[in-house]
Protein backbone atom coordinates (compact mmCIF):
# COMPACT_ATOMS: atom_id res chain seq x y z
CA UNK A 1 0.00 0.00 0.00
CA UNK A 2 0.74 3.84 0.02
CA UNK A 3 3.25 5.16 2.47
CA UNK A 4 5.37 8.06 3.49
CA UNK A 5 8.53 7.77 5.18
CA UNK A 6 9.89 11.97 5.97
CA UNK A 7 12.75 12.79 8.43
CA UNK A 8 12.46 12.44 12.21
CA UNK A 9 12.06 15.47 14.45
CA UNK A 10 12.50 17.51 16.35
CA UNK A 11 14.26 19.97 13.92
CA UNK A 12 16.15 23.02 15.63
CA UNK A 13 17.21 25.92 13.79
CA UNK A 14 18.63 29.31 13.59
CA UNK A 15 16.40 32.15 12.16
CA UNK A 16 17.94 32.36 8.00
CA UNK A 17 19.30 29.18 8.56
CA UNK A 18 19.02 26.36 5.22
CA UNK A 19 16.21 24.39 5.97
CA UNK A 20 15.61 20.58 4.28
CA UNK A 21 12.84 18.52 5.44
CA UNK A 22 13.40 15.04 3.43
CA UNK A 23 10.23 12.91 2.50
CA UNK A 24 10.47 9.69 0.09
CA UNK A 25 7.46 8.16 -0.49
CA UNK A 26 5.96 4.51 -2.08
CA UNK A 27 2.93 4.20 -3.93
CA UNK A 28 1.51 2.49 -6.81
CA UNK A 29 0.69 4.64 -10.28
CA UNK A 30 1.76 8.16 -10.25
CA UNK A 31 0.51 10.12 -7.26
CA UNK A 32 0.28 14.27 -6.52
CA UNK A 33 2.62 15.25 -3.80
CA UNK A 34 1.77 17.76 -1.14
CA UNK A 35 3.39 19.21 2.30
CA UNK A 36 0.99 20.81 4.35
CA UNK A 37 1.86 22.71 7.58
CA UNK A 38 0.38 22.55 11.02
CA UNK A 39 0.53 25.84 13.12
CA UNK A 40 0.22 25.11 16.99
CA UNK A 41 -3.22 24.33 17.85
CA UNK A 42 -4.79 24.52 14.14
CA UNK A 43 -5.09 22.47 11.30
CA UNK A 44 -3.72 21.70 8.22
CA UNK A 45 -2.97 24.35 5.93
CA UNK A 46 -1.35 23.52 2.20
CA UNK A 47 2.24 25.12 1.61
CA UNK A 48 2.69 23.37 -1.76
CA UNK A 49 2.10 20.50 -4.07
CA UNK A 50 2.93 18.81 -6.98
CA UNK A 51 1.30 16.63 -9.73
CA UNK A 52 3.61 14.83 -12.41
CA UNK A 53 7.56 14.16 -12.01
CA UNK A 54 9.82 16.83 -12.07
CA UNK A 55 6.90 19.24 -11.00
CA UNK A 56 8.23 21.88 -8.67
CA UNK A 57 6.12 23.29 -6.22
CA UNK A 58 6.72 26.34 -4.56
CA UNK A 59 5.22 28.86 -1.53
CA UNK A 60 6.00 31.45 0.72
CA UNK A 61 9.77 30.76 -0.10
CA UNK A 62 9.66 26.79 0.20
CA UNK A 63 9.97 24.33 -2.84
CA UNK A 64 10.08 21.32 -3.67
CA UNK A 65 10.26 19.07 -6.74
CA UNK A 66 9.07 15.46 -7.37
CA UNK A 67 11.68 13.39 -8.18
CA UNK A 68 10.29 10.14 -9.22
CA UNK A 69 13.78 8.50 -9.78
CA UNK A 70 14.38 8.83 -6.02
CA UNK A 71 10.82 8.44 -5.14
CA UNK A 72 11.55 12.03 -3.30
CA UNK A 73 9.94 15.12 -2.73
CA UNK A 74 12.03 16.89 -0.57
CA UNK A 75 11.13 20.90 1.42
CA UNK A 76 13.33 23.09 0.88
CA UNK A 77 13.97 27.16 1.89
CA UNK A 78 16.86 29.25 1.59
CA UNK A 79 16.44 31.11 4.77
CA UNK A 80 13.91 30.40 7.49
CA UNK A 81 11.94 32.52 10.03
CA UNK A 82 11.10 32.30 13.86
CA UNK A 83 7.72 32.05 11.99
CA UNK A 84 8.02 28.97 10.33
CA UNK A 85 8.11 27.11 13.75
CA UNK A 86 5.37 24.45 12.91
CA UNK A 87 4.56 21.20 11.79
CA UNK A 88 5.36 19.86 8.75
CA UNK A 89 3.22 17.03 6.94
CA UNK A 90 4.51 15.27 3.64
CA UNK A 91 1.78 13.53 1.97
CA UNK A 92 0.36 11.52 -1.14
CA UNK A 93 -3.00 11.04 -3.15
CA UNK A 94 -2.48 8.39 -5.31
CA UNK A 95 -6.35 8.73 -6.46
CA UNK A 96 -8.26 5.16 -7.24
CA UNK A 97 -11.78 5.33 -5.59
CA UNK A 98 -11.84 7.83 -2.46
CA UNK A 99 -8.67 10.49 -3.72
CA UNK A 100 -7.53 10.02 0.27
CA UNK A 101 -4.66 11.60 1.31
CA UNK A 102 -1.41 9.44 2.77
CA UNK A 103 0.53 11.33 5.38
CA UNK A 104 3.63 11.22 6.77
CA UNK A 105 4.14 11.15 10.88
CA UNK A 106 5.31 15.29 10.27
CA UNK A 107 8.58 16.85 11.44
CA UNK A 108 8.59 19.85 13.84
CA UNK A 109 10.25 22.54 13.41
CA UNK A 110 11.64 24.91 15.98
CA UNK A 111 13.45 28.20 14.88
CA UNK A 112 15.26 30.53 17.65
CA UNK A 113 15.86 33.81 17.13
CA UNK B 1 -14.85 32.98 1.70
CA UNK B 2 -15.26 31.31 5.14
CA UNK B 3 -13.52 27.87 5.11
CA UNK B 4 -13.84 24.70 6.98
CA UNK B 5 -15.74 24.79 9.58
CA UNK B 6 -15.36 22.42 12.69
CA UNK B 7 -17.60 22.20 15.98
CA UNK B 8 -16.48 21.82 18.92
CA UNK B 9 -13.32 22.69 18.82
CA UNK B 10 -12.17 21.08 22.07
CA UNK B 11 -14.65 18.07 23.52
CA UNK B 12 -14.38 16.02 26.83
CA UNK B 13 -16.58 13.31 26.96
CA UNK B 14 -16.41 10.59 29.91
CA UNK B 15 -15.79 6.64 28.89
CA UNK B 16 -18.98 5.29 28.01
CA UNK B 17 -20.52 8.24 26.18
CA UNK B 18 -21.27 9.50 23.04
CA UNK B 19 -19.21 12.18 20.95
CA UNK B 20 -20.89 14.57 17.90
CA UNK B 21 -18.07 16.04 15.72
CA UNK B 22 -19.32 18.48 13.29
CA UNK B 23 -17.99 19.55 9.88
CA UNK B 24 -19.02 22.21 7.61
CA UNK B 25 -17.77 21.99 4.55
CA UNK B 26 -16.43 25.47 2.12
CA UNK B 27 -18.85 26.97 0.03
CA UNK B 28 -19.44 24.94 -2.81
CA UNK B 29 -17.64 21.56 -2.06
CA UNK B 30 -19.38 18.89 -2.10
CA UNK B 31 -16.69 16.10 -0.90
CA UNK B 32 -15.88 15.45 2.66
CA UNK B 33 -13.19 13.59 4.55
CA UNK B 34 -12.31 12.73 7.87
CA UNK B 35 -9.18 12.05 9.31
CA UNK B 36 -7.21 11.27 12.76
CA UNK B 37 -4.53 12.57 14.07
CA UNK B 38 -3.50 10.59 17.10
CA UNK B 39 -0.58 11.87 19.40
CA UNK B 40 3.00 12.26 17.51
CA UNK B 41 1.42 10.75 14.70
CA UNK B 42 0.54 11.69 11.23
CA UNK B 43 -2.99 12.01 9.99
CA UNK B 44 -5.05 8.81 8.96
CA UNK B 45 -8.05 8.76 6.82
CA UNK B 46 -11.22 7.47 8.05
CA UNK B 47 -14.36 7.99 5.22
CA UNK B 48 -14.77 9.72 2.52
CA UNK B 49 -18.09 11.08 1.87
CA UNK B 50 -20.10 12.99 -0.83
CA UNK B 51 -23.73 14.31 -0.20
CA UNK B 52 -25.41 11.61 0.98
CA UNK B 53 -23.27 9.28 0.20
CA UNK B 54 -20.63 7.20 1.87
CA UNK B 55 -17.97 6.38 -0.38
CA UNK B 56 -15.54 4.99 0.94
CA UNK B 57 -15.12 3.87 4.64
CA UNK B 58 -12.56 1.67 4.90
CA UNK B 59 -10.60 3.30 7.48
CA UNK B 60 -13.16 3.94 9.99
CA UNK B 61 -13.37 1.06 13.35
CA UNK B 62 -16.39 -1.04 12.37
CA UNK B 63 -17.77 -0.93 15.32
CA UNK B 64 -19.21 2.33 17.64
CA UNK B 65 -17.70 4.58 14.53
CA UNK B 66 -20.61 6.33 12.38
CA UNK B 67 -20.13 9.28 9.54
CA UNK B 68 -22.96 10.98 7.61
CA UNK B 69 -23.02 14.02 5.11
CA UNK B 70 -27.09 14.70 4.75
CA UNK B 71 -28.56 16.77 2.17
CA UNK B 72 -28.55 19.76 4.51
CA UNK B 73 -26.38 20.59 7.38
CA UNK B 74 -22.84 19.63 8.42
CA UNK B 75 -21.25 16.19 8.27
CA UNK B 76 -21.36 14.64 11.63
CA UNK B 77 -18.93 12.01 12.79
CA UNK B 78 -20.51 10.01 15.76
CA UNK B 79 -18.53 8.31 17.97
CA UNK B 80 -20.71 5.67 20.54
CA UNK B 81 -19.25 4.59 23.93
CA UNK B 82 -16.37 6.49 23.58
CA UNK B 83 -13.28 4.91 25.36
CA UNK B 84 -9.62 6.16 26.32
CA UNK B 85 -8.19 5.15 22.91
CA UNK B 86 -10.83 7.70 21.20
CA UNK B 87 -9.15 10.66 22.59
CA UNK B 88 -7.24 12.48 19.51
CA UNK B 89 -7.71 14.90 17.05
CA UNK B 90 -10.18 14.71 14.63
CA UNK B 91 -9.74 16.67 11.30
CA UNK B 92 -12.38 17.44 8.23
CA UNK B 93 -11.30 18.51 5.01
CA UNK B 94 -13.36 19.47 1.94
CA UNK B 95 -12.45 19.52 -1.95
CA UNK B 96 -14.99 20.74 -4.98
CA UNK B 97 -15.25 17.87 -7.31
CA UNK B 98 -12.60 15.43 -7.43
CA UNK B 99 -11.67 15.84 -10.98
CA UNK B 100 -7.57 13.75 -10.32
CA UNK B 101 -5.50 13.40 -7.06
CA UNK B 102 -3.72 16.67 -7.59
CA UNK B 103 -6.91 18.21 -5.62
CA UNK B 104 -6.39 20.09 -2.93
CA UNK B 105 -8.66 19.09 0.12
CA UNK B 106 -8.90 22.00 2.81
CA UNK B 107 -8.71 21.09 6.24
CA UNK B 108 -10.47 22.45 9.03
CA UNK B 109 -8.93 23.45 12.43
CA UNK B 110 -9.79 20.26 13.93
CA UNK B 111 -12.00 19.12 17.27
CA UNK B 112 -10.09 17.84 19.78
CA UNK B 113 -11.74 14.90 21.97
CA UNK B 114 -10.76 14.18 25.13
CA UNK B 115 -11.46 11.12 26.98
CA UNK B 116 -11.27 10.54 30.24
Known amino acids: ?113 | NAGVMQNPRHLVRRRGQEARLRCSPMKGHSHVYWYRQLPEEGLKFMVYLQKENIIDESGMPKERFSAEFPKEGPSILRIQQVVRGDSAAYFCASSPEMRGPGETQYFGPGTRLLVL
Not at chain 1, 4 to 28: D, H, K, R, W
Not at chain 1, 69 to 88: C, I, W
Open chain 1, 1 to 113: GDSVTQMEGPVTLSEEAFLTINCTYTATGYPSLFWYVQYPGEGLQLLLKATKADDKGSNKGFEATYRKETTSFHLEKGSVQVSDSAVYFCALNSGGSNYKLTFGKGTLLTVNP
